[in-house]
């Protein structure tokens, strides 16, 4: 197994020596004179050999997400130590436990899509809800998420390469509660989002601009780009329609756009309550509805995203109502360049408090 660099702190101690010295004399008293310290420095080293760089490749593409590939290429160019086999929180930890060699973990990066409504993509535990704040904070706090045994040190990083991560506080706190050994690591995300496998730059950090849509009902681009140009009108830089018909970066820092969906699902068994099951005959019904129902509208509001994005339907079967909801996200990406010099990416550098955020 490959090791990095031995760290060394050195504390250094003074000693004072204190000489005393008599002079006997019949006629007079004995004398005592303070002879100035010499100065010993002392030396208490302590030796950390740090790992080699660690990474974790935490899902799988699609036909139309290449993030993990193109990630995992990127490591390996590098030469880190590569682990593509653990899809959960659970699975990590229990690696880490495993293969501790004695030498601490330096840096551990994991490589995990990121939705900022709907948390990370690994999941918490195997086979079970993606890790979200909420889901790892149950799993930490019933036990169930393994514990890190050894080789964390204050000093090592736990490096979160996803879409956003550095925004979610909440979850980041919790990810780094989920990382705590006899000491306390730092866990790091950008705020921005992660990009691998660019035709400019193997590795480049972009910001994010959202509009958004009822899921199959567009408007059209043009609309859109208006929709987006008033609710971002300090950005100058980006020519919205152009960019909303982009799918790529054409050139350094050329903006471009990518599509997902948010789907919401309610279900409402009303077999023993004394409530009338609701009936709608129209979209416009179901939301009036959702604003009535606090548990609801509490839920819907912490996605900042109205109510009249999503396309809602209703189903009835027996004595079960379910709610479905789903918007369409149309997310600009903006790659950060150097303001200064030649055209170029920023370098995504993780000592950078402006790039990255820490906990």
């Known amino acids: 197994m490959r090791t990095g660099i031995v760290k060394t702190s050195v504390v250094m101690g003074l000693l004072l020596v204190v000489g005393l010295f008599a002079s006997c004399d019949k006629k007079k008293p004995v004398k005592k004179t303070e002879v100035i310290a010499k100065k010993i420095a002392t030396e208490i080293v302590e030796n950390i050999t740090f790992r080699q760089p660690l990474v974790f490749i935490t899902g799988i593409d699609t036909d139309t997400k290449k993030l993990y590939k193109s990630a995992r290429d990127y490591f390996i160019n590098k030469q880190f130590e590569v682990v593509d086999?653990?899809?959960?929180?659970?699975e990590v930890i229990t690696w880490l436990n495993k293969n501790y060699d004695g030498n601490t973990y330096g840096e551990i990066h994991i490589v995990?899509?990121?939705?900022?409504?709907?948390?990370?993509?690994?999941e918490t535990l195997i086979n079970g809800e993606r890790v979200s704040t909420e889901s790892l904070r149950k799993a930490i706090t019933q036990g169930t998420l393994p514990i890190l045994k050894e080789?964390?040190?204050?000093?090592?990083?736990?490096?979160?390469?996803?879409?956003g991560l550095g925004d979610n506080t909440d979850l980041m706190k919790t990810l780094?509660?989920?990382f705590v050994a006899d000491e306390v690591p730092s866990v790091v995300a950008s705020p921005y989002y992660d990009v691998f496998g660019g035709e400019f730059s193997e590795h480049y950090l972009a910001k994010p601009y959202y509009v958004f849509y009822p899921y199959a009902h567009s408007p059209g681009k043009l609309d859109l780009s208006k929709e987006i140009a008033r609710k971002y009108s300090e950005e100058k830089e980006i020519d919205w329609y152009d960019a909303l018909n982009n799918k790529k970066e054409r050139y350094v820092g050329d903006a471009y756009t990518y599509r997902f969906s948010i789907p919401v699902k309610w279900e409402f068994d009303y077999t023993n309550s004394d409530d009338e099951m609701p009936t709608f005959k129209?979209?416009?019904?179901?939301?009036?509805?959702i604003e009535q129902n606090?548990?609801?509208?509490?839920?819907?509001d912490k996605y900042d995203i109205p109510l009249e994005k999503f396309r809602w339907r209703s189903n009835v079967k027996g004595n079960k109502l379910t709610i479905k909801g789903k918007v369409t996200v149309l997310c600009v990406l903006?790659?950060?360049?150097?303001?200064?010099?030649?055209?170029?990416?920023?370098?995504p550098d993780t000592e950078?408090?402006?790039?990255?955020?820490m906990n």
């Open 85 to 90: 086999n653990a899809f959960s929180l659970q």
């Open 112 to 122: 995990s899509d990121h939705n900022p409504w709907t948390g990370l993509e690994m």
């Open 151 to 163: 080789g964390i040190h204050s000093q090592t990083k736990i490096i979160f390469h996803s879409r």
């Open 176 to 178: 780094r509660d989920a």
């Open 282 to 289: 129209s979209p416009e019904a179901i939301m009036d509805w």
């Open 294 to 300: 606090e548990v609801i509208s509490s839920i819907i």
């Open 334 to 347: 903006k790659p950060l360049i150097k303001p200064y010099g030649d055209l170029q990416h920023i370098e």
């Open 352 to 357: 950078n408090l402006r790039l990255y955020a």
